[in-house]
């Protein structure tokens, strides 16, 4: 099979959207929380920390449902510890959030070993089945490509315009906004900067258990120590390349969830004779090279990164 072979490939575009669905997750994560004014190192932890507690809930009630709303609550419980460290205690955001990730993968792997011991077949749930949507699907090319992915899939990309609307439209978004731009202006103006970058990171811990969720739910159906991948730090550079927009960010994560089919696709194809491992760290290339690129005409939020003490003047 040739490299056009595999980008004109119907299955290599549906593949795309599924495989950046994680991404969209957890850089539409990312962005609440940076937008509030934190960045939130500890994303990689919460997608871990949720991903466990969507596969734990699920292969314990059977119910993938039940598993998706306990990796939301786990993951909004490790962005109200991040809150509690960067806005009530404002320590460093880079030291919390390090902090928060490594204390995180800590308690993943050691309640992971503690509920399902060490077994040579790891266990595994049945995951979510694709939903083709009627008449939508039956489009050609288009509709087996959009309208047969799983449900989660159809929720994240949903969530995309909801969160621009947010953001945009209404009040709270725009105290979101001004928050992360000059929260002593926002507190001018009768905001309290520190209820919403608690309500932010909380936010944000939410979408990134969710997104951690997605790899064993919908994914692969199975836990495993190395399930992110990195892909918390990915996100971290998308949300740059996305310059702090939802509808930006989508597309940021449409691409690298095309650059992972597509390295998943050359690994199988054979046309290659090179190490798995080089094809693996495609995404994290053209990570590393986009982030080189649109560093320098990026414009973060004003306030990201400084701590909000009401006390000072």
Known sequence: MSMLDIILDIGFFAAAIRLAVPLLLGTLSELVSERSGVLNLGIEGMMLTGALAGFATAHATGSLWLGVLAALVLGALVGAIMAVLVVI????????????????????????????????????????????IPLLSDIPVIGPIVFNQYALTYIAYLLVPALAFFMF??????????????????????????????????????????????????????????????????????????????????????????????????????????????????????????????????????ALMEPYDPEKR
Do not use: H
Not at 90 to 119: H, I, K, N, P, W
Not at 218 to 223: D, H, I, K, T, V
């Open 169 to 302: 439209r209404t009040p709270a978004g725009l105290a979101l906004r001004t928050v992360g731009e000059n929260p002593r202006t926002a507190a001018g103006v009768g905001i309290d900067p520190i209820k919403v970058r608690i309500l932010a990171l909380m936010a944000a811990g939410a979408l990134a258990g969710l997104a951690g969720a997605y790899l064993n739910l919908a994914a692969f159906g199975s836990f495993t120590f190395g399930i992110i991948s990195g892909r918390g730090w990915i996100c971290l550079a998308l949300v740059v390349l996305g310059r702090w927009n939802p509808l930006a960010c989508a597309g940021a994560a449409l691409l690298f969830g095309a650059v992972d089919a597509f390295q998943l696709r050359l690994q199988t194809s054979g046309a290659f004779d090179l190490p798995y491992q080089l094809f693996l760290a495609l995404p994290y290339v053209a990570t590393l090279i986009v982030v080189i690129i649109n560093t320098r005409f990026a414009a973060a939020p004003a």
């Open 89 to 132: 205690l404002r320590l460093d955001q880079t030291v919390a959030g390090l902090g928060v990730t490594m204390a995180a993968t800590g308690l993943v792997f050691y309640s992971y070993r503690l509920g399902f011991g060490e077994s040579t077949t790891p266990p595994a749930i049945t995951p979510f089945s694709t939903i083709p």
